[in-house]
């Protein structure tokens, strides 16, 4: 078991992937901090907002994956296709599923005035494509950041 969890935090790509997914998110939550003036948990696992997440670990992955087994490998390419889609997907269709959370949110208060006896729908779902820019350039720069080490 000893082995296992050695091999797992020696992988750099593995490494340099989780710390692109989790300085974003801890951006997310100093933000949230600053602006709102309290602390919520949920922003460091919810998902929106700046930057990308999903992106900044996409791009750490990828370019990781690059530096590690080259920029020639089929690797590289297979993780490079994961960050289009995952971001693709981050700002696209779920951003486009918070925007319809909004309206059906607005429906429900204009309509039944809370007596759906539904909970809100999460309307911070996906990016906005400045996020997802910002989260990509995030993500390299850790991953070129982890290599210099």
Known sequence: ???FF????????LVTTIWGWFIAQSIKVFIGVI????FDFRWFVGTGGMPSAHASGASALATATGMHFGFDSPLFALAVMFALVTMFDAQGVR???GK???ILNKIMEDHW???AGEDRLKELIGHTPLQVIIGSILGITIALLMSAR
């Open 35 to 38: 602006v709102k003036r309290k």
């Open 113 to 115: 005035s809370g007596k």
């Open 6 to 13: 050695t091999a797992v935090f020696n992988n750099k790509v």
């Open 100 to 102: 319809q959370a909004e």
């Open 1 to 3: 078991m000893q082995e």
């Open 95 to 97: 951003r486009s599923t």
